[in-house]
């Protein structure tokens, strides 16, 4: 997120996630989403091999319309083909109407971005392989790493088919665990961010000189510095953080179509609670916001976009917790960083 030295890459973290939304990285998500998936889908842990859930003999349920191939290998050359085109018709053929919402998130761009990484991986290498235990299902395998696609493939009256049914739970939880890492780098990340805003271009007040300020915005307004990202007068743009991912995580303080950013809601909080280091206390003082900073992150749509909430302040410890249900809800009415004993610190490095 931090442009000049970027210790915390959250363009590299989120590249990574894009590839998981289409090839699968069981272990990414493994931590995050596996031991919770409960409320998104009664999936297998995102660490077992995909498809291993489906019992033996049980008959696969072909997808309304989906497109039937002769061979495995012809349904993963037009997947792979389809991927590298966008080509929007092919994939709904290939996957039937039923099966559009696997790999589709509703987020055209990132799904673009999404089908092109994973084409890139096939090229570096690709292969499909039958499940020994079970004649009628195969795997499609890609890149170097040899990462299996989560949707599995299944035959039936002779003709293969990609088994969206079957692959939609598994997707679903690594879904999950990807946008849960992307919001945990994006709050370590914003923790840099206003550390190098303090430093560098927060303005010091004439009566505390020793004192750096932070900022109170993502975006500034227009013709100031007071937040993360600003536009300058020929039109580019500064800051500690990028253009992109500054509107992108402002775009969810649109108050008329508020818009998620990789399945998160981010917010920044202007105080603490009594659980916080310090005790409670505000961080804007006569209008500056000295006293200190916090993010919270919450998924935009519970056990679909993520299931667990985040909360960082100056420190940089990320907690998380499962909010339940209400979790919109409750993230709205967050005012202040409260660390209690029910926020679990992350692990500096999940992977």
């Known amino acids: 997120m931090k442009s000049a030295s970027a210790k915390v890459s959250v363009n590299r973290g989120i590249l990574c996630a894009t590839i998981v939304a289409w090839i699968g990285l069981s272990g990414l998500s493994a931590q995050q989403a596996a031991a ?54 092919a994939l709904e053929q290939i996957f039937g109407r039923d099966g559009m919402d696997v790999i589709f998130t509703g987020d055209f761009a990132q799904d673009r971005r999404d089908a092109a990484d994973f084409a890139a991986e096939a090229r570096e290498k690709k292969k499909v392989s039958i499940d020994p235990k079970a004649a009628n299902r195969a795997f499609l395998v890609v890149g170097n790493e040899d990462w299996p696609f989560p949707v599995p493939l299944a035959r039936r009256g002779g003709k293969w088919f990609f088994d969206a049914n079957e692959g939609r739970e598994e ?52 013709g100031k510095h ?9 039109g580019t743009w500064g800051g500690p953080i990028g253009e992109n991912i500054a509107k992108a995580i402002e775009q969810g303080y649109n108050p008329d179509k508020p818009e998620p950013y990789h399945g998160y809601f981010f917010k920044i909080l202007k105080g603490q609670g ?14 500056l916001m000295i006293g200190g900073f916090a993010l919270v992150a919450a998924p935009a749509e519970y056990g679909v976009t993520g299931v667990s909430s985040f909360i960082v302040s100056n420190d940089g410890v990320v907690y998380e917790k499962d909010l339940g249900p209400q979790t919109l809800d409750q993230f709205k009415q967050m005012e202040r960083y409260n660390p209690d004993s029910s926020w679990t610190p992350v692990p500096r490095k999940v992977e």
């Open 171 to 222: 997707l679903m939880v690594r879904r999950i665990g990807a946008n849960e890492l992307d919001a945990i780098d994006i709050c370590r990340g914003y923790v840099e961010a206003q550390d190098e805003y303090a430093e560098k271009y927060g303005p010091r007040p004439p009566t505390m000189p020793d004192i750096s300020q932070y900022a109170q915005r993502i975006v500034s307004t227009p």
């Open 36 to 89: 919770k998936s409960a409320p998104a889908a009664k999936a297998a842990p995102a660490s077992a091999p995909t498809g291993a859930s489906t019992a033996k003999g049980k008959a696969a349920t072909t997808p309304a319309t989906a497109k039937a191939f002769d061979t495995p290998q012809q349904a993963a050359d037009a997947l792979v083909a389809a991927a590298e085109k966008f080509d929007v018709p």
């Open 226 to 234: 007071d937040g993360l990202a600003w536009q300058n007068p020929d």
């Open 274 to 287: 009594p659980a916080a280091p310090l005790g409670q206390l505000d961080f804007v003082v006569h209008g």
